[in-house]
């Protein structure tokens, strides 16, 4: 049996983190900080980092001035993701939410249509509908649970939409700008927004918590926020972003496992079908692109 490769390695590692961070978030809502409180000290920190971190590698945080609509499209779907998801782990189970996170690369690519950044194949459109019906299942079944909140679903599937949104906003500010660079900006720009919405709540908010979940808000900031980062970029360089990203298909079941057993969340075959559907309709709708790549 050969030994796993480095990319592999550091595949493995995001998608663990990504996977984890939703039962540590979770912990973290039900026991100690209240949802904006939380976003705020999160992205607080890791937009320092990054800020840190590019300014030691590159000296700068500059943008050209054609370059702000974009980035600043980045930072409000990067605003309305944390807010999405840490309202919707508040309000439904984390194994739910990890499920709808598998909508992702549909909604990228719905997104991609319409900013003009691509132009998807019949099969795409096919695999969208499949992917679909699998988030309607996760619904349906999420809804029979007692913290099954509708509106938490919702929320979920805005979650995996404002990621998508993200992803496609940055993708060609990478073509200019380093991941760094582009996560030193974004980070504290949604921080800035966040923290005057979360002021009211931060202002009532009760900041001495037990170290334990201090020690968990740490690992979510510098685990599944700096160091994935880190990893996923440096992956999608050595790999290319559509092989990499095929790895990612993964994430959404393992974080719903992750959850059913860390938290013993309830988890119904009507979400397990559901979840395959999202899936299948994912590598429908990647099966043709992988094979013109190999062309």
Request: proline share 5%; no cysteine.
């Amino acid at each position: 049996m050969r030994r796993p490769t480095t990319v592999e390695l550091m595949l493995l590692t995001t998608i663990l983190l990504w996977a984890l961070n939703l039962s540590v978030t979770k912990v973290i809502l039900t026991h100690g900080l209240h949802p904006l409180s939380y976003a705020i000290a999160r992205f607080g920190l890791a937009g320092a980092i990054f800020a840190g971190i590019t300014l030691l590698l590159e000296r700068t945080l500059a943008v050209e001035r054609r370059h702000l609509p974009l980035l600043a499209l980045a930072i409000a779907a990067l605003v309305a993701n944390q807010l999405s998801f840490v309202f919707a782990l508040d309000l439904t189970t984390a194994s739910t939410v990890g499920l709808l996170l598998g909508a992702i690369p549909t909604f990228a690519g719905l997104f991609g249509v319409s900013l003009g950044l691509g132009h998807p194949s019949a099969r795409f459109w096919l695999g969208a509908a499949v992917s679909g019906v699998g988030v309607s299942l996760v619904a349906i079944g999420a809804s029979g649970e007692v913290s099954g909140s509708p509106v938490g679903v919702l929320l979920g599937l805005s979650t995996a939409a404002t990621w998508a949104l993200y992803s496609v906003a940055a993708a060609p500010l990478m073509r200019t700008y380093s991941p760094y660079r582009i996560s030193a900006l974004a980070l504290p720009g949604a921080w800035l927004l966040i923290a005057i919405v979360g002021l009211p709540a931060s202002r009532v908010q009760d900041w001495t918590l037990e170290p334990a979940i201090w020690a968990l808000v740490l690992f979510a900031t510098l685990g599944p926020l700096v160091l994935t980062n880190v990893l996923w970029f440096r992956s999608i360089h050595r790999i290319g972003p559509a092989r990499a990203a095929l790895a990612v298909n993964m994430q959404p079941f393992v974080a719903a496992l992750l959850a059913v057993l860390l938290l013993a969340e309830p988890l119904s075959w009507l979400q397990v079908l559901g979840g395959a559907l999202i899936a299948a309709g994912i590598l429908l709708a990647r099966r043709r692109a992988s094979a013109a790549q190999a062309t």
